[in-house]
């Protein structure tokens, strides 16, 4: 399962794939999240800003249930995630890590058969808050990618409703 970073669909709508101009990308998605190849937890879902293009879509019919993961988070994973950032975070820098442990925290749950999909690059020398979702699934064996290679992962084409 692909478990998606809030960037991943901003990016997407922002640069690449415009919701009313690319509208099978995101019925696709939904099509995957349905089908359980990718979710995204409610955490994460909650980065989507109200009022946006985005967050309308998300409440369109049944897309955020398609795509919301439905598990609780275990916050001993939480804190474990954490602590690769940095074991002594501030509450400045607790806020600017933002909701991120919560994505790692749910691959860890699943660590062979979950990916976190994400835009950010890997940056190894970052510190603390500013460490990125790659090098922290690096120092946790958690399997990440970037959305090309999910894209890639899960075949998506145009026209891939004439494939099912």
Same mark, same amino acid.
């Given at each position: 399962?692909?478990?998606?970073?809030?960037?991943?669909?901003?990016?997407?709508?922002?640069?690449?794939?415009?919701?009313?101009?690319?509208?099978?990308?995101?019925?696709?998605?939904?099509?995957?999240?349905?089908?359980?190849?990718?979710?995204?937890?409610?955490?994460?879902?909650?980065?989507?800003?109200?009022?946006?293009?985005?967050?309308?879509?998300?409440?369109?019919?049944?897309?955020?249930?398609?795509?919301?993961?439905?598990?609780?988070?275990? !916050?001993?994973?939480?804190?474990?995630?954490?602590?690769?950032?940095? !074991?002594? /975070?501030?509450?400045?820098? $607790?806020?600017?890590?933002?909701?991120?442990?919560? /994505?790692?925290?749910?691959?860890?749950?699943?660590?062979?058969?979950?990916?976190?999909?994400?835009?950010?690059?890997?940056?190894?020398?970052?510190?603390?808050?500013?460490?990125? $979702?790659?090098?922290?699934?690096?120092?946790?064996?958690?399997?990440?990618?970037?959305?090309?290679?999910? /894209?890639?992962?899960?075949?998506?084409?145009?026209?891939?409703?004439?494939?099912?």
């Amino acid at each position: 399962m692909h478990l998606l970073d809030a960037n991943v669909l901003i990016t997407a709508h922002n640069l690449y794939y415009p919701i009313q101009r690319v509208p099978e990308f995101w019925d696709w998605l939904v099509h995957m999240g349905e089908t359980g190849a990718l979710k995204i937890p409610v955490e994460i879902l909650e980065e989507i800003t109200e009022g946006s293009e985005l967050a309308q879509w998300l409440n369109e019919g049944d897309n955020y249930d398609a795509l919301k993961l439905n598990q609780d988070v275990d !916050p001993a994973l939480v804190q474990t995630v954490i602590e690769k950032y940095a !074991p002594d /975070l501030n509450d400045a820098e $607790i806020i600017e890590v933002g909701r991120d442990p919560f /994505l790692i925290a749910y691959a860890l749950v699943h660590r062979a058969d979950r990916i976190v999909v994400t835009v950010e690059a890997s940056k190894p020398s970052t510190k603390r808050a500013n460490r990125r $979702i790659p090098d922290v699934c690096n120092d946790l064996e958690v399997r990440w990618c970037n959305s090309f290679q999910m /894209l890639t992962d899960l075949n998506f084409r145009t026209g891939w409703r004439s494939q099912l």
